[in-house]
Protein backbone atom coordinates (compact mmCIF):
# COMPACT_ATOMS: atom_id res chain seq x y z
CA UNK A 1 0.00 0.00 0.00
CA UNK A 2 1.06 3.71 -0.55
CA UNK A 3 1.44 6.26 2.03
CA UNK A 4 -0.61 8.74 2.33
CA UNK A 5 0.87 11.63 0.57
CA UNK A 6 1.83 14.93 3.24
CA UNK A 7 -0.64 17.34 3.13
CA UNK A 8 0.52 19.97 0.97
CA UNK A 9 0.85 23.27 3.25
CA UNK A 10 -1.15 26.51 1.58
CA UNK A 11 0.90 29.85 1.37
CA UNK A 12 -1.66 32.47 1.10
CA UNK A 13 -5.17 32.68 0.83
CA UNK A 14 -5.47 31.50 -2.52
CA UNK A 15 -3.94 28.10 -1.73
CA UNK A 16 -6.82 27.78 0.77
CA UNK A 17 -9.31 29.02 -1.81
CA UNK A 18 -8.40 26.88 -4.31
CA UNK A 19 -8.42 23.70 -1.99
CA UNK A 20 -12.07 24.80 -0.50
CA UNK A 21 -12.68 24.86 -4.68
CA UNK A 22 -11.20 21.36 -5.13
CA UNK A 23 -13.15 19.62 -2.38
CA UNK A 24 -16.66 21.05 -3.15
CA UNK A 25 -16.08 20.54 -7.09
CA UNK A 26 -15.83 16.51 -5.90
CA UNK A 27 -18.66 16.66 -3.26
CA UNK A 28 -21.05 19.06 -1.53
CA UNK A 29 -19.90 19.69 2.07
CA UNK A 30 -21.37 20.63 5.00
CA UNK A 31 -19.77 23.83 6.37
CA UNK A 32 -17.65 22.28 9.56
CA UNK A 33 -16.69 19.68 7.15
CA UNK A 34 -14.92 21.62 4.83
CA UNK A 35 -13.87 23.95 8.15
CA UNK A 36 -11.87 20.77 9.20
CA UNK A 37 -10.61 20.03 5.98
CA UNK A 38 -9.03 23.54 5.56
CA UNK A 39 -7.52 23.80 8.71
CA UNK A 40 -5.44 21.03 7.69
CA UNK A 41 -3.81 23.55 4.67
CA UNK A 42 -3.00 26.53 7.42
CA UNK A 43 -3.43 27.66 10.59
CA UNK A 44 -4.07 30.84 9.04
CA UNK A 45 -7.75 31.88 10.44
CA UNK A 46 -8.42 34.15 8.91
CA UNK A 47 -7.80 32.73 5.48
CA UNK A 48 -10.03 29.81 6.57
CA UNK A 49 -12.82 32.71 7.13
CA UNK A 50 -12.33 34.78 4.41
CA UNK A 51 -13.00 31.55 2.09
CA UNK A 52 -15.68 29.86 4.22
CA UNK A 53 -17.50 33.41 4.20
CA UNK A 54 -16.96 33.62 0.01
CA UNK A 55 -18.63 29.99 -0.26
CA UNK A 56 -21.27 30.71 2.06
CA UNK A 57 -21.89 34.20 -0.22
CA UNK A 58 -21.70 32.45 -3.10
CA UNK A 59 -24.18 29.59 -2.14
CA UNK A 60 -21.55 27.30 -2.55
CA UNK A 61 -21.58 26.07 0.91
CA UNK A 62 -25.37 25.55 2.18
CA UNK A 63 -26.20 23.28 5.45
CA UNK A 64 -29.89 22.92 4.70
CA UNK A 65 -28.89 21.61 1.12
CA UNK A 66 -26.43 19.92 2.17
CA UNK A 67 -28.52 17.96 4.76
CA UNK A 68 -31.66 17.28 2.55
CA UNK A 69 -29.72 16.05 -0.12
CA UNK A 70 -27.57 13.42 2.48
CA UNK A 71 -31.13 12.46 4.02
CA UNK A 72 -32.04 11.52 0.34
CA UNK A 73 -28.89 9.79 -0.87
CA UNK A 74 -28.95 7.77 2.94
CA UNK A 75 -32.87 6.77 2.47
CA UNK A 76 -32.08 5.22 -0.86
CA UNK A 77 -29.31 3.51 0.62
CA UNK A 78 -32.22 1.76 3.00
CA UNK A 79 -30.37 3.67 6.03
CA UNK A 80 -32.42 4.18 9.29
CA UNK A 81 -33.18 7.34 11.41
CA UNK A 82 -30.45 6.33 14.09
CA UNK A 83 -27.84 5.70 11.19
CA UNK A 84 -28.49 9.08 9.90
CA UNK A 85 -28.60 11.22 12.55
CA UNK A 86 -25.11 9.46 13.55
CA UNK A 87 -23.76 10.48 10.06
CA UNK A 88 -24.50 14.04 10.26
CA UNK A 89 -24.07 14.59 13.81
CA UNK A 90 -20.77 13.58 12.45
CA UNK A 91 -20.92 15.76 9.50
CA UNK A 92 -21.27 18.24 11.91
CA UNK A 93 -24.90 19.57 11.27
CA UNK A 94 -26.70 20.91 14.57
CA UNK A 95 -29.28 19.31 16.08
CA UNK A 96 -31.73 21.67 15.61
CA UNK A 97 -31.80 21.80 11.56
CA UNK A 98 -31.09 18.53 11.57
CA UNK A 99 -34.50 17.64 13.97
CA UNK A 100 -36.09 20.83 11.15
CA UNK A 101 -35.34 18.92 7.68
CA UNK A 102 -35.99 15.85 9.30
CA UNK A 103 -39.50 16.82 10.60
CA UNK A 104 -40.63 18.27 6.97
CA UNK A 105 -39.25 14.82 5.08
CA UNK A 106 -41.69 12.33 6.70
CA UNK A 107 -40.42 8.68 5.71
CA UNK A 108 -41.64 5.48 6.27
CA UNK A 109 -38.60 3.52 7.13
CA UNK A 110 -40.45 0.37 8.43
CA UNK A 111 -41.18 -0.06 4.82
CA UNK A 112 -37.96 0.60 3.71
CA UNK A 113 -36.57 -1.70 6.12
CA UNK A 114 -38.99 -4.49 5.17
CA UNK A 115 -37.79 -3.67 1.29
CA UNK A 116 -33.83 -4.53 2.12
CA UNK A 117 -35.22 -7.72 3.85
CA UNK A 118 -37.08 -8.71 0.96
CA UNK A 119 -34.45 -8.08 -1.27
CA UNK A 120 -32.00 -9.95 0.97
CA UNK A 121 -34.21 -13.03 1.98
CA UNK A 122 -36.55 -15.20 -0.10
CA UNK A 123 -37.94 -16.99 2.85
CA UNK A 124 -39.71 -16.35 5.99
CA UNK A 125 -37.31 -15.28 8.85
CA UNK A 126 -38.58 -17.51 11.70
CA UNK A 127 -35.79 -19.53 12.53
CA UNK A 128 -33.74 -17.90 15.47
CA UNK A 129 -31.02 -18.00 13.58
CA UNK A 130 -32.53 -16.29 10.58
CA UNK A 131 -33.98 -13.73 13.11
CA UNK A 132 -30.09 -13.12 14.38
CA UNK A 133 -29.11 -12.31 11.42
CA UNK A 134 -31.93 -10.27 10.06
CA UNK A 135 -31.67 -7.76 13.58
CA UNK A 136 -28.29 -7.48 13.12
CA UNK A 137 -28.31 -6.62 9.23
CA UNK A 138 -30.83 -3.78 9.60
CA UNK A 139 -29.57 -2.78 13.00
CA UNK A 140 -26.11 -2.29 10.69
CA UNK A 141 -28.28 0.19 8.54
CA UNK A 142 -29.45 1.67 11.58
CA UNK A 143 -33.01 1.34 12.00
CA UNK A 144 -34.17 1.11 15.77
CA UNK A 145 -35.61 -2.46 17.38
CA UNK A 146 -39.34 -1.38 16.96
CA UNK A 147 -39.30 -0.99 13.29
CA UNK A 148 -37.24 -3.90 12.47
CA UNK A 149 -39.38 -6.07 14.29
CA UNK A 150 -42.00 -4.97 12.50
CA UNK A 151 -40.33 -4.83 9.12
CA UNK A 152 -39.12 -8.41 10.27
CA UNK A 153 -43.72 -9.63 10.36
CA UNK A 154 -44.04 -7.73 7.36
CA UNK A 155 -41.71 -9.93 5.42
CA UNK A 156 -42.84 -12.72 6.56
CA UNK A 157 -46.66 -11.73 5.55
CA UNK A 158 -44.86 -12.88 2.26
CA UNK A 159 -44.57 -16.48 2.95
CA UNK A 160 -46.69 -19.24 3.58
CA UNK A 161 -46.13 -19.89 7.20
CA UNK A 162 -43.45 -22.88 7.74
CA UNK A 163 -44.53 -25.66 9.61
CA UNK A 164 -42.44 -27.32 12.34
CA UNK A 165 -44.97 -29.85 13.32
CA UNK A 166 -43.07 -32.59 11.78
CA UNK A 167 -41.45 -34.67 15.01
CA UNK A 168 -39.59 -36.56 13.00
CA UNK A 169 -37.85 -34.18 10.81
CA UNK A 170 -37.28 -32.74 14.40
CA UNK A 171 -35.66 -36.17 15.65
CA UNK A 172 -33.79 -35.97 12.67
CA UNK A 173 -31.99 -32.69 13.69
CA UNK A 174 -31.49 -34.09 17.32
CA UNK A 175 -29.48 -37.45 16.04
CA UNK A 176 -27.34 -34.88 13.86
CA UNK A 177 -26.35 -33.78 17.17
CA UNK A 178 -27.09 -36.36 19.56
CA UNK A 179 -25.83 -39.87 19.28
CA UNK A 180 -27.21 -40.92 23.04
CA UNK A 181 -30.25 -40.64 25.23
CA UNK A 182 -30.69 -36.65 26.00
CA UNK A 183 -31.17 -37.28 29.51
CA UNK A 184 -29.32 -34.70 31.88
CA UNK A 185 -31.05 -31.24 32.41
CA UNK A 186 -27.39 -30.01 30.31
CA UNK A 187 -28.53 -31.76 27.48
CA UNK A 188 -31.95 -30.83 27.09
CA UNK A 189 -31.43 -27.51 27.69
CA UNK A 190 -28.91 -27.84 24.93
CA UNK A 191 -31.30 -30.27 22.19
CA UNK A 192 -34.10 -27.23 23.81
CA UNK A 193 -31.91 -24.44 22.59
CA UNK A 194 -30.75 -26.68 19.08
CA UNK A 195 -34.39 -27.33 18.21
CA UNK A 196 -36.01 -23.71 18.74
CA UNK A 197 -33.38 -22.18 16.93
CA UNK A 198 -34.74 -24.26 14.35
CA UNK A 199 -38.16 -22.58 14.43
CA UNK A 200 -39.57 -25.11 16.63
CA UNK A 201 -41.94 -24.16 19.79
CA UNK A 202 -40.98 -25.10 23.31
CA UNK A 203 -43.75 -27.99 23.55
CA UNK A 204 -42.88 -29.36 20.55
CA UNK A 205 -39.22 -29.72 20.93
CA UNK A 206 -40.21 -31.05 24.44
CA UNK A 207 -42.36 -34.05 22.18
CA UNK A 208 -39.61 -34.07 20.02
CA UNK A 209 -36.63 -35.01 22.70
CA UNK A 210 -38.86 -37.34 23.75
CA UNK A 211 -39.67 -39.40 20.87
CA UNK A 212 -35.85 -39.54 20.15
CA UNK A 213 -35.00 -41.22 23.44
CA UNK A 214 -37.62 -43.85 22.30
CA UNK A 215 -36.08 -44.36 19.39
CA UNK A 216 -32.95 -44.52 20.92
CA UNK A 217 -34.30 -46.86 23.81
CA UNK A 218 -35.64 -48.99 20.85
CA UNK A 219 -31.97 -49.50 18.71
CA UNK A 220 -30.47 -50.43 22.08
Not at 13 to 36: C, N, T, Y
Not at 117 to 136: F, R
Not at 168 to 186: N, R, T
Request: some cysteine.
Amino acid sequence: MFANKPIKIAKDIEGVRRSAFWHLSRRDHSQAELLKKLQRKTDNQDWIDAVINECLDYNYLDDQRFTESFLRSSRNKGYGETRIKKDLKQKGISEFLMKQILDENEFNYIDAAQQLLNNKYNEAIVTQHLKQKAMGFLQAKGHNFGDIALAIELHNENFPPPSFNDLEEACLLLSKKFKVSIKDQKQKSKALRHLTSHGYDYAKSNQAIKLFNQNIALDE
